[in-house]
C-alpha cells in the first residue's frame, strides 16, 4: 500500500512563490512515477508535472513550464514541487498520485494513477 501525504499549500500574492511537498510512504525500494495535478473549482482535474524515481526524467504542463520545478528527495521519500511567479489563474487544490510499480518508457495516463493523496489548497491574488 502506498500514501501520499501533501503539504505547504498557503495564500500568496501573484508572482509569489510556494514549495509543496509529496511524502510518499509504502514501497520504498519500488520505482514509482509520482505526478502532481490541481483542480480548480468548476474545472475538471488537471495534471500539473510528473516524475519518474527511478530517472530524472520529468515532464511539464505547457502552462507551468519554466515557472514551476518537480524534484525528489529519495532519503525524506519527499517529492517536492517548487512553485515559483505563481498566477491566479494556479489557484486550484494541488494532490500528488502515484502509479507503482513504473517501469518507465512513456507517461501514465490520469487512469493509471491509482494513489492520491488529500490534497493541499493554493490560493493566489492579484
Known amino acids: 500500500q502506498v500514501q501520499l501525504a501533501e503539504s505547504g499549500g498557503g495564500s500568496v500574492q501573484a508572482g509569489g512563490s510556494l514549495r509543496l511537498s509529496c511524502v510518499v510512504s509504502?514501497?520504498?525500494?519500488?520505482?514509482?512515477?509520482i505526478g502532481w495535478f490541481r483542480q480548480a473549482p468548476g474545472k475538471e482535474r488537471e495534471g500539473v508535472t510528473v516524475?519518474?524515481?527511478?530517472?530524472?526524467?520529468?515532464y511539464y504542463t505547457d502552462s507551468v513550464k519554466g515557472r514551476f520545478t518537480i524534484s525528489q528527495d529519495n532519503a525524506k521519500k519527499t517529492v517536492y514541487l517548487q512553485m515559483n511567479s505563481l498566477k491566479p489563474e494556479d489557484t486550484a487544490m494541488y494532490y500528488c498520485?502515484?502509479?507503482?510499480?513504473?517501469?518507465?518508457?512513456?507517461?501514465?495516463?490520469?487512469?493509471?494513477?491509482?494513489?492520491w493523496g488529500q490534497g493541499t489548497q493554493v490560493t493566489v491574488s492579484s
Open positions: 516524475t519518474d524515481t527511478g530517472s530524472t526524467n520529468t
Open positions: 509504502g514501497y520504498t525500494y519500488i520505482r514509482k512515477c
Open positions: 498520485a502515484a502509479v507503482v510499480p513504473w517501469y518507465g518508457g512513456r507517461w501514465p495516463t490520469r487512469s493509471e494513477y491509482a494513489y
